[in-house]
């Protein structure tokens, strides 16, 4: 059988499974990812393997799940959450990074492995927890709204976190902070000023031709071109599809776009990410430090619900919208293996904490869709 075959064969049986681990998870009342993740970690335990062309296609359903998020995102009240999401990011960075720290160097005695791991629990990866707001119905939420806000400065403190850490700990390795700010400045500089254009554009073009046909493909285009921007200015590509998202959520193809993308992403791009990030999970490696793992992985959890509760508190949410946040900036995936493994690239960190990165990613991530439903629907 050919590659091409094999592939396509693959496909077909990763979307079965998808299918069938959301329908069981939907039928004991749970968010239908949690099924779609469980029914990646049984693939990925030596049935089926992660090609680059499987992990490319779930790279495209991240970004369009986020790119939906902005679209069904109200911009006044992303404005108006503006400082209760940067309390919530300053606790969610604070708490975790110092447990986990603490924890890992009461553990290890390895001084740069405990500031390092202390960077990795700040990450948060909101994917997770954006895909069960949406099916709870609590995405555009006054909760929802302000951990998507905070997620985003987390993703731009955390870089800056990474960086600095990279040139105390390994100097020769590190790049410029004054450059990382600079291209992540201008990358909002460019957002910002596309956002403008885009509305004139899209007025201008409106009165003299019909464009409802072709808006859902032009949005799709500014959303993979503003995701390719943002990587490469050091700024994470689901951070340029949400604010890709944003902008058309401004325009009156807002809902037309959202049915349509919905649509395509709900049916083969996202069921595909959330099995391939339950494919990459290395069972034995992670079982391997499960011991002192456990107790990193409990100071990441607590950190996060403490942290970034808090943060809502002082923010002026009730006790119970607080918890929810919290919960909200519990699960860590993409974000947290990527900063690990240049961790462990660099020498900072051993296989032994790459493992327990791992670990804390299955953690959080079969946890935190549970425990955010639970939130909601608690008295």
Known sequence: MNSELIFIFDIAIILLLAMLGGMLAK???????????????????????????????GQIGV????????LETDIDELKE????????????????????????????????????????????????????????GHLRSREGVAILGAAII?????????????????PQAGS????VIFKIVSFFIIVFFLGKILRYVLIKIDT????????????????????????ELGVAAITGAFFAGVLFSMTKYRHNIT????RIASLFFVPIFFVVIGMGVNLKLAFSVIGIGSFIIVAAILGKIIGSGFGAKFSG??????????????????????????GLALGIINQRMMAITILMVVSTTLLTPSMLKWSFERE
Do not use: H, W
């Not at 049915?259 to 919905?262: G, M, V």
């Not at 946040?325 to 900063?339: H, K």
């Open 27 to 57: 039928k004991m009342n749970q968010p239908q990812v949690l099924g779609q993740i469980i029914a990646g970690i049984i693939l990925g335990a030596g049935l089926m393997t992660i090609t680059p062309s499987i992990e490319e296609i």
């Open 63 to 70: 970004i369009f799940l986020m790119f939906i998020a902005g």
């Open 81 to 136: 959450s503006g400082r209760s999401s940067s309390l919530i990011a300053l606790g969610g960075i604070l708490i975790p990074g110092t447990f986990v720290s603490v924890t890992t160097y009461l553990l290890t005695k390895d001084y740069q492995a405990s500031i390092f791991m202390g960077i990795v629990s700040t990450a948060t990866s909101v994917s997770i927890s954006v895909q069960t707001l949406k099916e709870i």
């Open 154 to 170: 987390d993703d731009v403190v955390g870089i800056i976190m990474l960086t600095l850490s990279i040139g105390v700990l390994k």
């Open 176 to 179: 410029s902070l004054t450059m």
């Open 208 to 231: 003299k031709i019909n464009i409802d046909e072709k808006i859902v493909s032009f949005a799709l285009i500014v959303c993979l071109l503003l995701a390719f921007l943002s990587e």
């Open 259 to 262: 049915y349509e993308i919905n």
């Open 317 to 342: 949410f009730g006790s119970k919208e607080s918890l929810q946040i919290g919960i909200g900036m519990v699960p860590r995936a993409e974000v947290a293996i990527i900063i690990s493994n240049l």
